[in-house]
């Protein structure tokens, strides 16, 4: 069984910056893409910044600048450095992992169960 667990929400004033960090756990056999989405009240769930085995990354446009994510492969853990923060980054982020428990099964995606990250103005 796969866990993902995500710690370093919490309220900021506009300005600020926040570190999340999400570690996947149990059975794994191998780790693709590990990424951050988030979910605002009354929108659908978007996608912040994912980073490949290789650490090649991807960023929506109003994170670049901004965020910054990365990972160590060694422990299985994803990060998403926010600076400068904005009201508008006010959200549920969710860490998501593609990975497969064995050799022989696919790869699926994982997520964890959520972090609250408010901004205030």
């Known amino acids: 069984q796969v866990q993902l667990v995500e710690s370093g929400g919490g309220l900021v004033q506009a300005g600020g910056s926040l570190r999340l960090s999400c570690a996947a756990s149990?059975?794994?056999?191998?780790?693709?893409?590990m990424g951050w989405y988030r979910q605002a009240p009354g929108k659908q769930r978007e996608l912040v910044a994912s980073?490949?085995?290789?650490?090649?990354?991807n960023y929506a446009d109003s994170v670049k600048g901004r965020f910054a994510i990365s990972r160590d492969n060694a422990k299985n853990t994803v990060y998403l450095q926010m600076n400068s923060l904005e009201p508008e980054d006010t959200a549920v982020y969710y860490c998501?992992?593609?990975?497969?428990?064995?050799?022989?099964?696919?790869?699926?995606?994982?997520w964890g169960q959520g972090t609250q990250v408010t901004v205030s103005s």
């Open positions: 998501n992992s593609r990975l497969r428990e064995t050799l022989w099964s696919g790869f699926r995606d994982y």
């Open positions: 149990g059975n794994i056999f191998s780790i693709n893409t």
């Open positions: 980073i490949t085995t290789s650490r090649i990354t």
